[in-house]
């Protein structure tokens, strides 16, 4: 189905029937390393309309500037004017203060030192924003609509570049001191193990994210070209070192979630990224690995499960991020 | 001065003063694995009364008889009725039922399993009882009263027999799913390290506890009486073997702390038992190695404390218990 021709079912049966009429509106702005995304969508996560255009990742003014186009397009498209939006979430890649709503120059928007989106992003649009990054702001969303429905306790990690994960404790999001709670991925589980980007040895993330089975595909076929995925594709095609790597990646994300619900007491952690796209040769080893380490007592009415939201999780994502702002 | 008298006085300044005319009575009930006391004190924290007893560590019926035989003592010795106190704590080693208040044979307390205290006091006393496991009790002291006030996020952890963690969460004790967060003394830091006692190897709280420092100690000096008191003593003394134990010691336990510092993002660590006693010797390689393998985003403005409570600790821990049955 043609995407204006959705836009419009959803804006005639949001005007004429009470589907949506207790719903307020909300602009969703995720900032991706090579893709951005505006969407319109409701406050139980159904998403409206959408605009998506390249990101500028080295000039900020030129990014932010494609931002603003992204969401004007976008209400245009769906047929509402800007005073009709509650509140805007923005998801984006950390380092960020939450705060403040100021972007550190993450590692995929390399040119995005200290961008005060939030001020910016206020100021033109004259509503309220809300930034958040972005494994923050899936935890929200599997909370709220997807794998970790139902949960007052639970963690949400991704499994590609990095490890990090967005925790969500008493049915809230937990941020810590300075917004930099779940960085579980530097979390050092082999003191000697292989060398971490941020520069220690043996972290959660040197062991067990995308990043790490690529390498270790790379070291052991002796071949520059092999990538995460391409680890898998052999796997599945029964290649004993490919199945081997990621034993081992499973193993080492199974420990690190085996400390993590020792800490935290969580009742299900939602992984991302690899472990959706993988789930058939990672969910069961990762699985097995988190009992094996971790308390009988703190395992029992555990779930690891794969995130829900599949390709909307994005732009869930940064509707979400906006949630906190709306008084429903 | 004899404890009467500072009875007395306590109990005129309540009456003819308005010092703690605003404050509630509170009985805080301490159960340990040798004694157990019961202390009249103060929303505030302040101790007025005490009476203190043998437990009774193999028959619970005896044990909770000795504990309801305190509790009326020190009312009696305090001059109060039963009928004057607001609410009652009870701290008390896991595992426990947070919510249900029933004791579950803790290890130091092998006869008193499915003890429904709470339901027994409350009963008895005809007031409302709370019962918390004691690394969660003193945490929530600490962070009242002691070396964790004014802390947002904090964790209070024991390194005596075990190493068990009480996490204060936004301003709120955080209990996890069924009571056993904090259990991080069996998170797995080194995969071929030694035995715990919970059967898995390389558990925190097999390198880094009291247990684990006096078992290194009678391993290295071949002498099966020394405790870990001992090799704090021989390490102060100048001896090698004492003082490299206790750095491994002391690196593992920042190694954990880095762990959960990654994971939480606090601002403050209150540590108790051997780190308050041989503060002198673990304090300082216990922050080195903390800031060494955490990020240093994360560390800035992390401060690593001994607990202030000292000797009153237990009593406070018990009073503390109690503050949300109270509505001030």
Request: overall charge neutral.
């Amino acid at each position: 189905m043609p995407r204006r021709a959705a836009v419009f079912r959803a804006r005639r049966s949001r005007r004429n029937s009470d589907l949506f009429v207790t719903n307020k509106l909300i602009l969703g702005i995720d900032i991706g390393g090579t893709k951005s995304a505006a969407v319109i969508g409701t406050a139980e996560g159904v998403v409206l309309a959408r605009a998506a255009a390249k990101t500028d990742a080295n000039d900020w003014r030129r990014g932010v500037a494609t931002l603003i186009e992204l969401a004007r397009d976008v209400c245009r498209d769906y047929g509402c004017q800007m005073s009709e939006i509650t509140a805007v979430g923005v998801s984006c890649g950390g380092p960020l203060n939450f705060e403040t709503g100021t972007i550190h120059a993450p590692p995929n928007l390399p040119g995005w030192e200290a961008v005060p989106l939030k001020a910016l992003l206020e100021a033109e649009f004259g509503l309220l924003v809300q930034v958040e990054n972005d494994a923050n702001a899936t935890a929200i969303a599997e909370h709220r609509w997807g794998a970790g429905a139902g949960c007052r306790n639970m963690a949400f990690l991704t499994m590609g570049t990095g490890i990090g994960a967005g925790l969500i404790l008493n049915n809230q999001l937990y941020r810590g001191r300075n917004g930099l709670a779940g960085e579980i991925g530097h979390m050092r589980l082999v003191l000697g193990g292989p060398l971490c980007l941020c520069g220690k040895r043996g972290c959660l993330e040197a062991l067990a994210s995308g990043t790490a089975i690529g390498r270790m595909g790379r070291e052991r076929f002796g071949d520059v070209s092999v990538t995460a995925h391409e680890v898998c594709d052999r796997a599945r095609l029964g290649d004993p070192i490919a199945t081997d790597i990621l034993a081992q990646a499973a193993y080492f994300m199974g420990l690190g979630l085996a400390g993590l619900l020792q800490t935290l007491n969580l009742e299900r952690i939602v992984l991302g990224t690899l472990a959706v796209h993988a789930a058939d040769l990672l969910l069961e080893p990762i699985r097995r690995s988190a009992q094996e380490n971790c308390w009988p007592s703190v395992w029992a009415g555990v779930s690891i499960v794969p995130a829900a939201l599949g390709d909307a999780a994005q732009d869930k994502a940064a509707l979400a991020v906006a949630l906190p702002l709306i008084k429903t």
